[in-house]
């Protein structure tokens, strides 16, 4: 089938697509995966009872730690010599996960890359420069497999080395940029310091954003500074990397490519699934996956599913922003909070640069939230009244949207640490 066709199938046909797909990867794991079989088994489960798609419901949840405890082979289902690639994805804890790939894996990645890219405007004759790191992230191979094979320029640039990043913009009269939020927001530092100017002195006009929460705002924030459009690109090692759900031109929400992913939104506490509309945790299947399928994997991220037709004409469905993870949520004096709305929230202030912080704390037994925002220069040199008034109206707002009264603290840009990959937003020295 045609890339373009894929996208446009009707309802039914994009269902009966996944169905089959669903079927023969629960066929295939069933004989050539032990770790699978045996838990299917124990469950009573067999592939001859799947009859609609709604038949994943019964299927176990696979989670990180089943990855971790499998580590290295325990979830491959290829010999090695049909396997040609590993990518690995850390975590804070423990091993890592190993994710691999056959060569048929590797150019369907890159399909829905391509396909991803060219959705957002990229063509031939565009220069795109890779600024995620290579390596066994995916963000710099996979991305530039997909970028190649749409036939666009390739910088193979890595992260860092900032410097240098810019030179090539400059030499290369770069137009297309993948990088991290956090890192566009530090480079956007770097070329200040430097007198360049990214909208008048450089070619660029499509950022792609991912890998890590950011808000709206901050995409806002990029678009102007940069002068481009930048769309917002999902996705996880355990599930191919970068290429599981992009924006369209419409930059409404991020398309899941459902050809290769089924795609469910749960209830994280109780495991039951959500109608769309409502917000949850991602829970991912690969249905075009050879090396190393999985099935109900839950992603710790939380989204939502739009309920209607994207405007573009494409079928596959919508995932909101993501909130955050699961687990990056904290409590504070018995309030749940994301970080990303005290970014979407501090973000939304003129005077407030590039860079925060988020610190909890325990003074004498109460919980403290710190707020460390960083404030552009002109702001900060100018008078002490706006900065209390502006610490104020910071405060002000954080309470009456999250109900937590923070201790902010406004300092001069530069101060934080500063990223080229993902960034840190949240330090917790309660347990301490
Ligand atoms: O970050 C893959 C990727 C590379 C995606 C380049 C996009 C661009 P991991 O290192 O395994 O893989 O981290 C995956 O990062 O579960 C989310 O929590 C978070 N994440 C990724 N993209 C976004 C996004 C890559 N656009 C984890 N918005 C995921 C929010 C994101 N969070």
Excluded at 57 to 86: A, I
Excluded at 116 to 137: E, H, P
Aim: net charge positive; aromatic share 10%; with cysteine.
């Amino acid at each position: 089938m045609r890339e373009k066709d894929i996208q446009y199938l009707d309802k039914e046909q994009l269902y009966e697509l996944q169905l089959s797909r669903f079927k023969r990867t629960i066929e295939r794991l069933f004989t050539s995966s032990p770790f699978y079989s045996k838990l299917w088994k124990k469950s009573g489960i067999s592939p001859d009872k799947i009859k609609s798609l709604q038949d994943i419901r019964r299927f176990p949840f696979t989670s990180r730690e089943d990855l971790r405890r499998n580590f290295p082979f325990g979830l491959l289902t290829l010999p090695l010599e049909k396997v040609v690639r590993v990518h690995t994805s850390t975590g804070t804890t423990g091993k890592p996960k190993a994710i691999f790939f056959s060569k048929r894996d590797i150019n369907e990645a890159a399909r829905l890359i391509a396909r991803s890219m060219k959705m957002t405007g990229a063509k031939r004759g565009d220069v795109f420069q890779n600024m995620m790191s290579y390596g066994l992230f995916t963000g710099g191979l996979i991305f530039h497999y997909g970028a190649e094979r749409l036939g666009v320029l390739v910088i193979p640039a890595g992260a860092g080395n900032t410097e240098r990043q810019i030179e090539l913009m400059q030499d290369f009269k770069t137009t297309i940029v993948h990088i991290t939020p956090s890192y566009a927001l530090y480079l956007a530092d770097v070329l200040e310091e430097r007198g360049v100017d990214p909208k008048n002195d450089l070619d660029l006009r499509i950022f792609y954003l991912g890998a890590e929460p950011y808000s709206e705002e901050t995409r806002d924030k990029i678009e102007k500074i940069y002068g481009v459009d930048a769309f917002n690109s999902y996705g996880l090692s355990e599930m191919n990397g970068p290429g599981v759900a992009f924006e369209c031109k419409r930059k409404d929400g991020m398309h899941v490519w459902e050809d290769n992913f089924i795609l469910e939104i749960i209830d994280p506490l109780t495991g039951e699934n959500l109608p769309d509309g409502e917000e949850g945790e991602l829970v991912l299947s690969t249905i075009n996956r050879e090396a190393m399928p999985i099935i109900r994997y839950r992603t710790g991220d939380i989204t939502y599913v739009y309920p209607e037709k994207c405007r573009c004409g494409r079928t596959h469905r919508r995932i909101s922003r993501i909130k955050g993870r699961v687990d990056d949520m904290f409590i504070i004096r018995g309030v749940n909070v994301f970080p990303s709305e005290v970014e979407r929230i501090i973000m939304n202030f003129p005077e407030v640069a590039r860079n925060y912080q988020i610190i909890l704390e325990r003074e004498s037994s109460l919980e403290v939230m710190r707020v460390k925002v960083e404030i552009k220069k002109r702001f900060f040199d100018g008078s002490i009244e706006h900065l209390r008034s502006l610490q104020e109206r910071i405060k002000n707002k954080i309470k009456s949207e999250l109900m937590v009264t923070p201790k902010v603290e406004l300092i001069e840009p530069g101060t934080l640490p500063r990223t080229t990959g993902k960034s840190r937003r949240v330090i917790d020295n309660r347990k301490l």
